[in-house]
């Protein structure tokens, strides 16, 4: 059994998002054991998405795609 890190960008959940949609961004997200992220934008993303075990939300990856959304061109 291995350690599955992921690193993730910005560039790779926008192009995920664009290819999946959101299940393919959660998907992304929840195959790893850990999120390594170098950008403001997936900071938001990883943290937005650590929190969602720690809270009680109706849809909580609403807010993930908010954030997504802003960040795609028009």
């Known amino acids: 059994m291995g350690f599955n890190k992921r690193y993730i960008t910005k ?4 192009s995920i998002y664009n290819s999946s949609g959101l299940e393919g961004v959660k998907t992304h997200l929840r195959k790893a054991d850990a999120l390594i992220y170098n950008d403001l934008f997936s900071g938001i993303i990883v943290e937005m998405y650590k929190e969602i075990g720690t809270e009680v939300q109706i849809n909580p990856w609403k807010e993930i795609e908010k954030e997504i959304l802003k960040e795609l061109p028009n």
């Open 11 to 14: 560039e790779s959940i926008l």
